[in-house]
């Protein structure tokens, strides 16, 4: 496995992982909030959606990316039998 492949594995992973923990410490957040008050829950709430939302969507979007560009074929690699033009071969 390539190094850059491995690093973008672990970053991913540690990425999921810091998500993960941010959704447990906002659910906890969001308890304690009912319990004062339905204000207070409101805003753990909205706040929340974004501090759980955008760093889970970039992982989204980067996972699609990659999926994307796995399914592409690469256009400068010729097929089996021809040759690439100006090569020298």
Do not use: K, Y
Not at 9 to 19: K, M, P, R, V, Y
Not at 26 to 37: K, M, N, Y
Not at 49 to 72: E, S, T, W
């Amino acid at each position: 496995m390539a190094a850059h492949r491995t690093a973008r594995l672990l970053t991913s992973g540690l990425f999921l992982a810091g998500a993960v923990g941010v959704l447990v410490l906002g659910a906890t957040l969001v308890l304690h909030g009912v319990g004062s008050g339905r204000a207070d829950a409101w805003l753990l709430a909205w706040s929340l959606l974004f501090a759980v939302g955008l760093p889970v969507g970039a992982l989204v979007l980067m996972a699609l990316a990659l999926v994307a560009r796995g399914a592409r074929p690469l256009s400068n690699i010729p097929r089996a039998g021809r040759t690439i033009p100006e090569a020298g071969q």
